[in-house]
């Protein structure tokens, strides 16, 4: 994997999601992501930085342009230092939150990206990164 | 002040977001709207998204409030223009905005709305057109 390009914003109040997102935008627009899975990025982003800042009162995101086997892509890294997920399994369910919020939020983003992976630690906090190619695939 | 703007239009509210909503706009809309059908006895609330790119599940939630509220208040809610790749992403995140009315555009919206409440409205003289457009 080559990292073309990397950048990091920290998201600390509810006004730095819109900015953010536009941030997203930029990087998909880059490598002629269609706006169909811009769209779909866009969203499953603005999910996570919501989680972050309603769960963890914000964290840092690290943004990354990336190529692996000829195919670019966007990479997001989102990183708080929250109180963590005690059981991630239930936290991926369907239908399954602690917040007011749908419940969606976890499970729904991992649909719409085509990577998804998950790590916290009670009381350290919790990183979910995310990737999502040119061509959605 | 964080304000979109409500057009009142007969019994209708029309709302058109021209901008990415963040948290605070869309609280805030959500409470003008339910104030001002109370307010103006609004039978129907037009909300355009034409020029919206990303319907997250908070947004989703707003719209559903909305919707929801404005049934209680005797008010019904369509909401229009949604662009395509946001109806296929609220569905893969598992959003269907049940309990939403949808239209194409603005004038299919405004069909719909104009049938929902028809009937009441045939039996509310309050909202009779003007006099002279009525046969003498």
Redo the contacts between chains.
């Keep these: 994997m080559i990292q073309i390009s990397k950048d990091s914003m920290p998201i600390l109040r509810?006004?730095d999601?819109?900015p953010f997102?536009n941030r997203v935008r930029e990087l998909a627009t880059k490598i002629g992501m269609s706006?169909?899975n811009?769209?779909?990025l866009?969203?499953a982003a603005?999910?996570l930085v919501?989680n972050m800042l309603k769960y963890a009162n914000g964290g840092k995101v690290l943004l990354e342009l990336i190529s692996r086997n000829g195919q670019t892509g966007v990479r997001l890294t989102f990183e708080d230092q929250g109180p963590g997920i005690k059981d991630i399994d239930l936290a991926m369910k369907?239908g399954f939150s602690t917040g007011k919020?749908?419940g969606?939020?976890l499970?729904?983003?991992k649909?719409?990206v085509n990577e998804f992976s998950i790590k916290s630690v009670p009381g350290e906090g919790t990183t979910v990164t995310i990737t999502h190619w040119k061509n959605g695939r | 002040m964080d304000r979109i703007p409500i057009l009142k239009m007969g019994p209708f509210l029309l709302v058109t977001i021209q901008v990415?909503l963040?948290?605070?706009l869309a609280l805030n809309l959500e409470n003008d709207l339910i104030t001002m059908v109370s307010k103006t006895e609004a039978k129907g609330v037009l909300i355009d998204i034409s020029a919206v790119?990303?319907?997250?599940?908070?947004m989703?939630?707003i719209l559903g409030n909305i919707a929801s509220m404005s049934r209680i208040m005797d008010a019904e809610t369509v909401v229009v223009g949604m662009?395509?790749?946001?109806a296929?992403?609220l569905v893969?995140?598992?959003?269907t905005l049940q309990g939403v009315h949808t239209a194409l555009n603005v004038e299919k919206g405004m069909e719909l709305l104009q049938n929902k409440i028809g009937l009441n409205l045939l039996n509310q003289e309050e909202y009779q057109e003007p006099a002279d457009d009525t046969d003498l």
Excluded: H, M
Excluded at chain 2, 53 to 58: A, G, H, L, Q, T
């Design positions: 509810e006004q999601v819109v997102r706006l169909v811009q769209t779909k866009i969203t603005s999910e919501r369907d919020s749908l969606l939020g499970p729904g983003t649909r719409l | 990415d963040y948290d605070r790119s990303i319907v997250d599940s908070f989703g939630r662009q395509p790749a946001v296929i992403t893969e995140l598992g959003l």
